[in-house]
């Protein structure tokens, strides 16, 4: 291909590239939640409570206490700063399930066909002149009637209303902020509710912004008010500033090393820019690819995609230093340099055989990624100026290291690269442990860990993660199940705020005969009214949205357990079931896992049979053989070991699995960069200058805080450095054509 021809054919790339891009991007409808990641192997009723709003997201809590003052005045200063936080924060309001004067309107126009279970069972054993007198000491009493008594005569309602669950024990309410003294120490909570998405960066930040700007102007009025914050909204943030925070420093530092090492190395800004050019350009076109499979991409798989980078790197670094040596240099390097690529580009591919969205995503993005890597390399860089070579200082370096090599090869059994890796492996399945917990996917600073316990310990403002799903054909038939349910459990649904259309009706009866005996009566005279006629009618409850859901064919009714509370199974109720979102998410982790593994699996094997047939094809099968096999050896002790040192520290999970994806596939490009023909030093200047800026990239991730994070970071950098450490060890297949091609 002429250099005219080569020109037109990367302006047509690039051309496309743009074209399907901007054709792209705009429809894209871009997933951040876990839960977008997760299989889709769920009941049909799971599915409708995954998708559904989840209070514990929207939920926050905040609390004030203070010494030696009355809770008045906490309790007025807070909540003159509540009114001018809300007013600033339109996202931000009271929360609901707290709020009883938000909803007590509807009491009062269903007045007399809501009672509690107990005062049902008193008018159905007959207990009339009870009931009358504690309706007739209510009347005389202090206490506010807050529903009408034309309607509810015996006042069963407002029994009810005192009956709705209390998530705030031993705190009075006040307009929505709860109070309570113990001893001189005072105490006011703030139960707010998000409006907007508790998982939006963007709005977190802006939300988190606010509540802090509140909290500064409670705790200004006195410097002996304490402050706690409990709510996911308060970890997403932290999250969010901490991973900003080491990206700043990792990613910065590291990425300063990575270019001063290149830098000197090559002594040359326009290798830097081509090298980032270039990389941007292959990842356009592995985005574009992913695009086109799907819509609807996940941000994770932009995560786990950054190992693009270590194998990009890797293939201009080889590319730059064998045209630096000349023609015969590059003629040696072009056949590994496809052979590394299309073993690796196989290898993703296999992921599109794998029933889960995000690991398919990431297949089609390397895979399409790597191509045009090699593909760019081969046709640009051999029309290009011809590069400086590396600085002597590394060439020498490497050659030192060579010779060192070559004295070790002598002196080793001609064995031991099959028994050393052999031995991990049996360590490993042995040893073998996993964990695969949603909760490795972040961590919080311990104050807010600290103050989220304290509230939680308190209050019961939060429910378990662990519900209850119950399903119906009807409305009114969930709703019927789900009493019957919270009657079993002691749990909170709706049936907790709204009782069945058959309660309703009993009660109604039951006290239609209680006014037609003499008390009843006696008791309407009393107080100058007629019976109430009233009837069950169906009514949508203010809190209904937090509790039903309807889906397609069906209804669902989420049971929500308090803290602590744990369910059983419902062998005898087969439209309810027990379903906990952090233990699907974390078996659906699982299933990501198990998937890596197989997928690791498959992929060694591929390379072994790949290498054997490709690599140093004018060699003897017996030299064939023999390369392949080291090779493979020493890709299976770089993995093993890498996961073999991490599972000390921690059980394995997903994202060590990930680490070792990154690892296996830069030890195929560094086997075969060194079985191949390359002079055995220019093939060490690139894989240790690709070591290095991998190991510096990726080992400083080894330092995170967050658990997934920094199990990635050692795997890849303990793997690449066995890697980087071994490869030199393997031997090439010496042939007529080999030596007659070999650079000096």
Request: glycine letters at 6%.
């Amino acid at each position: 291909m002429t250099r005219v021809s080569r020109v037109v054919f990367l302006l047509i790339l690039l051309g496309l590239l743009v074209a399907g891009l901007s054709q792209q991007l705009p429809k894209a409808s871009w997933q951040s939640s876990l839960a977008d990641a997760l299989p889709n192997q769920v009941s049909e009723t799971q599915r409708a409570y995954l998708e559904s709003q989840q209070p514990n997201t929207q939920q926050l809590l905040i609390a004030f206490e203070q010494s030696g003052h009355s809770a008045g005045e906490l309790r007025t200063i807070v909540e003159s700063e509540v009114a001018v936080l809300l007013q600033r924060e339109p996202t931000l309001k009271r929360a609901e399930l707290t709020d009883t004067k938000a909803f007590l309107s509807f009491y009062r126009e269903h007045a007399g066909r809501l009672a509690t279970k107990q005062d049902t069972e008193r008018l159905r054993a007959g207990q009339f002149n009870g009931l009358i007198s504690d309706a007739q000491s209510l009347l005389q009493s202090p206490e506010p009637v807050l529903v009408p008594v034309t309607q509810d005569p015996l006042l069963l309602t407002q029994r009810y209303l005192k009956s709705l669950p209390d998530l705030m024990p031993g705190y009075k309410n006040h307009n929505g902020l709860y109070s309570r003294t113990d001893g001189e120490t005072v105490q006011v909570l703030v139960p707010l509710q998000i409006a907007g998405d508790a998982l939006s960066i963007n709005q977190t930040q802006q939300v988190v912004a606010q509540l802090h700007g509140f909290i500064r102007a409670v705790k200004q009025t006195d410097a002996d008010i304490s402050s706690y914050r409990s709510g996911l909204i308060f970890h997403a943030d932290a999250g969010a500033k901490q991973a900003k925070q080491e990206m700043t420093w990792f990613g910065g530092l590291s990425l300063l090393l990575v270019l001063s090492v290149l830098i000197w190395v090559f002594r040359s800004p326009f290798q830097l820019f081509y090298t980032l050019s270039l990389l941007a350009v292959a990842s356009a076109f592995g985005l574009l690819a992913t695009l086109f499979w799907s819509s609807s991409p996940h941000v994770l798989m932009l995560v786990f995609a950054t190992s693009f980078i270590g194998l990009c790197i890797d293939y201009v670094i080889h590319g730059f230093i064998a045209r630096s040596h000349g023609a015969s240099a590059w003629k040696a390097l072009t056949p590994a340099l496809w052979l590394g690529g299309l073993t690796t580009i196989a290898g993703y591919a296999l992921l599109l055989a794998v029933p889960l969205p995000l690991l398919q995503q990431l297949g089609v993005f390397m895979a399409a990624a790597l191509f045009s890597a090699v593909l760019l390399v081969t046709l640009t860089l051999p029309w290009l100026p011809k590069p400086k070579q590396p600085q002597a200082k590394w060439q020498r370096f490497c050659e030192k290291a060579e010779a060192g090599y070559c004295r070790l090869q002598r002196q080793l059994p001609s064995r031991w690269l099959t028994v050393l890796p052999v031995i991990t492996v049996v360590i490993l399945i042995a040893a073998h442990a996993s964990n695969d917990s949603v909760r490795l996917l972040a961590s919080s600073p311990k104050p807010l860990l600290e103050e989220e316990n304290y509230l939680r310990e308190h209050t019961s403002f939060y429910f378990s993660p662990e519900v209850i799903l119950v399903a119906g054909d009807t409305r009114q038939q969930v709703i019927e199940r789900t009493s019957l349910v919270d009657e079993s459990y002691h749990a909170i649904g709706i049936s907790s705020y709204y009782p069945p259309i058959s309660q309703q009706q009993d009660a109604i009866e039951l006290q239609r005969q209680l006014f037609e005996s003499s008390e009843g009566v006696a008791f309407l005279q009393w107080l100058g009214i007629s019976a109430p006629k009233l009837n069950a009618v169906e009514a949508a409850h203010p809190l209904e949205h937090q509790f039903l859901y309807p889906f397609k064919d069906l209804w669902l009714s989420v049971v929500r357990l308090k803290q602590g509370q744990a369910a059983a199974s419902f062998g005898d109720k087969p439209w309810a079931q027990v379903f906990d979102p952090i233990e699907h998410a974390s078996s659906a982790l699982g299933e990501y896992r198990q998937s890596m593994q197989v997928w690791l699996g498959v992929l060694l094997a591929l390379s072994f049979f790949v290498l054997f047939i490709f690599l140093n094809r004018g060699a003897a099968l017996k030299e064939k053989a023999k390369a392949s096999w080291q090779v493979f050896s020493v890709i299976l002790l770089s993995v093993s070991t890498a996961l073999l040192i991490a599972q000390l520290s921690q059980p394995l999970n997903l994202f060590h699995w990930i680490g070792a994806m990154f690892v296996l596939v830069l030890s195929i490009d560094y086997g075969v960069f060194c079985a191949s023909r390359l002079q055995r030093s220019h093939a060490l200047q690139a894989i240790y200058l690709s070591a290095l800026t991998t190991l510096v990239a990726f080992g400083a991730l080894t330092f995170s805080s967050t658990p997934a994070i920094a199990a990635f970071g050692q795997v890849v950098m303990v793997g690449v450095l066995v890697s980087v450490l071994f490869c030199p060890l393997i031997t090439a297949a010496p042939t007529k054509d080999i030596k007659k091609d070999e650079v000096q």
